[in-house]
């Protein structure tokens, strides 16, 4: 398993499993890397941005907050005027994917421009990107990355994984922030003789096991492939019913985030009506998109046939709801072209 997940995070460090939802691992990146007063920058894309901008505070950080308008993606050039006016920060902390707004981040040049600023780390939760799209951990110079299990992992919740570079090794080693049950350094010298610090998460362990077989087999620039085809058939499926994408300038391969058309009032019952009626599971909108944007994810244990049958569901739903602006077969028709002009 600790090989496979190097392979996975394309890393030579060790990647540390945690018995935790990955939520935990971003809390121990901040107990782990930082020291009271510390100044970071926090991209909040959504929900998840803004999460790391509250541990921040939680552990008396000072967090600089990028705040973008649901469904955008950040310009370099905000991160870097951001990273001249807070010279003394430690960090830049975003997201590879937002979950909440179906936005992809330019993770790449994000580590580029940390690059440049010394002592500065790139923090990524890739809770919903790692094994989704392509992120080299060394070849990017990313410093700290993140997964959860029950995401591209395709197992239950309740395992995080975090790998750091040898930069935030060293942060780490000078870090002042107390901490116990997330000590990575502790964690690490256990990985290293194949143990945990704690009960080991077995279960997961051995779900993780297969799931590992699972993308090795299939190799890592295939799934990403798959993954990439998978989400451009949804768009051009939603986009053919006259809908409207979140994150049309930059969207996620994981998740496409849908607007709520104006005919229907109570965005909330198409989530609801896709599972009750059709069996199809989606996700609402989350916060202050509640109601407002329906999510539709593609990666993992997912092949074409899922998203026909999702888009499927999803024209007899709008329908049903009264929104009535297609013809049955347009999105299931666009998704099923990009399907046989990309094979
Ligand atoms: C991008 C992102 N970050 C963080 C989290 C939080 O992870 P968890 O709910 O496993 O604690 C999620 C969960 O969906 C996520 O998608």
Redesign the pocket.
């Known amino acids: 398993v600790r090989e496979g997940l190097k392979k996975l995070f394309q890393t030579n460090e060790e990647v540390l499993m945690l018995a935790s939802?990955?939520?935990?691992a971003?809390d121990a990146t901040v107990s782990n890397l930082f020291s009271p007063g510390d100044t970071v920058i926090t991209v909040n894309a959504g929900k998840?941005g803004q999460?790391w901008t509250k541990i921040a505070q939680a552990y008396g950080l000072r967090a600089v907050e990028l705040t973008l308008e649901p469904g955008r993606a950040p310009q370099i050039s905000q991160i870097e005027t951001l990273l001249r006016a807070h010279p003394e920060s430690r960090a830049v902390l975003f997201?590879a994917?937002?979950?909440s707004t179906g936005v992809q981040l330019p993770t790449r040049e994000i580590c580029e421009l940390v690059r440049r600023q010394p002592g500065c780390l790139a923090v990524v939760?890739a809770?919903?990107a790692l094994g989704v799209f392509d992120l080299p951990m060394d070849a990017w110079g990313i410093d700290v990355l993140i997964t959860?299990s029950?995401?591209a992992l395709m197992l239950p919740?309740g395992m995080?994984c975090i790998a750091l570079s040898q930069r935030a090794w060293e942060a780490q080693s000078r870090s002042r922030l107390p901490k116990f049950y997330f000590d990575l350094a502790r964690e690490h010298k256990a990985h290293l003789k194949n143990q945990t610090a704690w009960t080991p998460a077995t279960a997961q362990i051995i779900g993780l096991q297969e799931s590992l077989r699972l993308i090795h087999e299939e190799g890592l620039q295939n799934i990403f492939a798959r993954h990439a085809r998978l989400a451009l058939a949804t768009r051009e499926g939603v986009k053919a019913l006259g809908l409207d994408i979140l994150a049309n300038d930059s969207p996620s391969t994981a998740v496409t985030a849908v607007r709520v058309p104006a005919e229907i009032l109570d965005g909330k019952r198409i989530p609801r009506t896709m599972r009750d009626k059709h069996g199809v599971i989606i996700a609402g909108g989350q916060d202050e998109l509640e109601g407002k944007i329906f999510r539709l994810s593609h990666f993992g244990y997912v092949g074409p046939f899922d998203v026909i049958t999702g888009l499927a569901a999803l024209e007899m739903t709008l329908f049903e709801l009264g929104y009535k602006k297609f013809e049955f077969g347009d999105a299931t028709g666009a998704a099923l072209r990009v399907f046989s002009e990309n094979p």
């Open positions: 939802t990955g939520t935990g971003m998840f999460r997201q994917s937002e979950t939760d809770i919903t959860g029950q995401k919740p995080a």
